[in-house]
Protein backbone atom coordinates (compact mmCIF):
# COMPACT_ATOMS: atom_id res chain seq x y z
CA UNK A 1 0.00 0.00 0.00
CA UNK A 2 1.12 3.59 -1.31
CA UNK A 3 0.55 5.16 2.50
CA UNK A 4 2.31 2.85 4.16
CA UNK A 5 5.61 3.46 2.27
CA UNK A 6 4.36 7.51 2.98
CA UNK A 7 4.33 6.73 6.47
CA UNK A 8 7.74 4.81 6.66
CA UNK A 9 9.23 7.92 4.51
CA UNK A 10 8.28 10.33 6.54
CA UNK A 11 9.19 8.54 9.50
CA UNK A 12 12.48 8.77 7.70
CA UNK A 13 12.38 12.09 6.98
CA UNK A 14 11.89 13.65 10.44
CA UNK A 15 14.91 11.54 11.57
CA UNK A 16 16.67 12.57 8.90
CA UNK A 17 15.66 16.03 9.21
CA UNK A 18 16.16 15.73 13.15
CA UNK A 19 19.85 15.14 12.38
CA UNK A 20 20.33 18.26 10.33
CA UNK A 21 19.05 20.46 12.93
CA UNK A 22 20.72 18.87 15.23
CA UNK A 23 23.88 19.75 13.17
CA UNK A 24 23.23 23.06 12.66
CA UNK A 25 21.61 24.16 15.89
CA UNK A 26 24.90 22.63 17.76
CA UNK A 27 26.51 24.99 15.70
CA UNK A 28 24.98 28.04 16.13
CA UNK A 29 24.83 27.25 20.14
CA UNK A 30 28.71 27.36 20.03
CA UNK A 31 28.85 31.04 19.19
CA UNK A 32 25.85 32.45 21.16
CA UNK A 33 24.87 32.60 24.88
CA UNK A 34 21.36 31.41 24.24
CA UNK A 35 19.79 27.69 24.58
CA UNK A 36 18.47 25.58 21.79
CA UNK A 37 15.20 26.19 22.89
CA UNK A 38 15.32 29.62 23.76
CA UNK A 39 16.72 29.77 19.68
CA UNK A 40 13.93 27.92 18.29
CA UNK A 41 11.48 29.73 20.11
CA UNK A 42 12.45 32.86 19.32
CA UNK A 43 13.46 32.05 15.73
CA UNK A 44 9.49 30.41 15.31
CA UNK A 45 8.22 33.59 17.05
CA UNK A 46 9.52 35.60 14.71
CA UNK A 47 9.09 33.84 12.08
CA UNK A 48 5.27 33.23 12.40
CA UNK A 49 4.41 36.78 14.03
CA UNK A 50 2.41 37.11 17.75
CA UNK A 51 1.23 34.15 19.07
CA UNK A 52 -0.34 32.88 21.77
CA UNK A 53 1.85 30.89 24.89
CA UNK A 54 -0.35 28.02 24.03
CA UNK A 55 -0.13 27.66 20.57
CA UNK A 56 3.71 27.85 20.45
CA UNK A 57 3.69 25.58 23.37
CA UNK A 58 2.12 23.22 20.91
CA UNK A 59 4.49 24.21 17.92
CA UNK A 60 7.45 23.51 20.22
CA UNK A 61 6.11 20.05 21.83
CA UNK A 62 6.19 21.15 25.37
CA UNK A 63 4.28 22.30 27.66
CA UNK A 64 3.38 25.95 29.15
CA UNK A 65 5.03 25.53 32.24
CA UNK A 66 8.40 24.82 30.58
CA UNK A 67 8.14 26.95 28.30
CA UNK A 68 7.48 29.98 30.73
CA UNK A 69 10.74 29.44 31.90
CA UNK A 70 12.13 30.14 28.30
CA UNK A 71 10.28 33.16 27.62
CA UNK A 72 11.43 34.38 30.87
CA UNK A 73 14.43 34.75 29.99
CA UNK A 74 13.93 35.70 26.58
CA UNK A 75 11.69 38.26 28.32
CA UNK A 76 14.75 39.79 30.79
CA UNK A 77 17.37 39.89 27.98
CA UNK A 78 14.57 42.30 25.88
CA UNK A 79 14.12 40.00 23.35
CA UNK A 80 10.42 39.33 23.45
CA UNK A 81 7.28 41.02 24.98
CA UNK A 82 4.78 39.52 26.86
CA UNK A 83 1.15 40.52 26.68
CA UNK A 84 -1.91 39.20 28.79
CA UNK A 85 -5.23 39.67 26.81
CA UNK A 86 -7.43 41.87 27.53
CA UNK A 87 -10.53 40.01 25.72
CA UNK A 88 -9.45 36.84 28.09
CA UNK A 89 -7.30 37.14 30.94
CA UNK A 90 -6.27 33.49 30.30
CA UNK A 91 -4.66 33.79 27.22
CA UNK A 92 -0.63 35.76 27.07
CA UNK A 93 0.39 36.87 23.78
CA UNK A 94 4.20 36.90 22.90
CA UNK A 95 6.03 38.95 20.02
CA UNK A 96 9.48 39.41 19.71
CA UNK A 97 11.09 43.09 19.65
CA UNK A 98 13.40 45.15 17.55
CA UNK A 99 16.26 43.45 19.72
CA UNK A 100 14.56 40.15 19.64
CA UNK A 101 14.02 40.61 15.86
CA UNK A 102 17.68 41.53 15.39
CA UNK A 103 19.24 38.04 17.34
CA UNK A 104 16.21 36.04 15.27
CA UNK A 105 17.62 37.32 12.06
CA UNK A 106 21.19 36.57 12.89
CA UNK A 107 20.30 33.05 13.88
CA UNK A 108 19.12 32.78 10.81
CA UNK A 109 21.39 33.62 8.72
CA UNK A 110 23.94 31.99 10.55
CA UNK A 111 21.16 28.93 10.11
CA UNK A 112 21.39 29.67 6.10
CA UNK A 113 25.15 29.55 6.29
CA UNK A 114 25.55 26.24 8.00
CA UNK A 115 23.16 24.96 5.34
CA UNK A 116 25.19 26.44 2.68
CA UNK A 117 28.23 24.29 4.13
CA UNK A 118 26.17 20.96 4.07
CA UNK A 119 24.99 21.73 0.52
CA UNK A 120 28.71 22.22 -0.87
CA UNK A 121 28.94 18.73 -0.04
CA UNK A 122 26.49 17.94 -2.49
CA UNK A 123 26.69 17.79 -6.61
CA UNK A 124 24.99 20.61 -8.39
CA UNK A 125 22.57 18.09 -9.41
CA UNK A 126 21.74 16.49 -6.42
CA UNK A 127 21.21 19.89 -5.25
CA UNK A 128 18.68 20.52 -7.33
CA UNK A 129 16.78 17.24 -6.88
CA UNK A 130 16.69 18.08 -3.48
CA UNK A 131 15.38 21.59 -3.54
CA UNK A 132 12.62 20.50 -6.72
CA UNK A 133 11.97 17.43 -4.37
CA UNK A 134 11.44 19.89 -1.16
CA UNK A 135 9.56 22.07 -2.97
CA UNK A 136 7.28 19.46 -4.59
CA UNK A 137 6.62 17.78 -1.52
CA UNK A 138 5.62 20.94 -0.08
CA UNK A 139 2.97 21.91 -2.66
CA UNK A 140 1.48 18.38 -2.13
CA UNK A 141 1.31 18.68 1.53
CA UNK A 142 -0.60 22.36 1.26
CA UNK A 143 -3.34 20.65 -1.28
CA UNK A 144 -3.62 18.39 1.20
CA UNK A 145 -4.09 20.75 3.70
CA UNK A 146 -2.07 19.96 6.43
CA UNK A 147 1.12 21.27 6.13
Known sequence: MAHKEFIRLIEDNMRIMDRLMDHTKSKMIR??????????????????GRALLKDIAYREFTTTPNLCATFKVLESQGLVLREVDAHDRRNTWYSVTKKGADVARAMITEFENIIGSVFAKLSHEDEEKLTSAMSTINKILENMEVA
Open 31 to 48: NVSYTRSQISVLVRLYLG
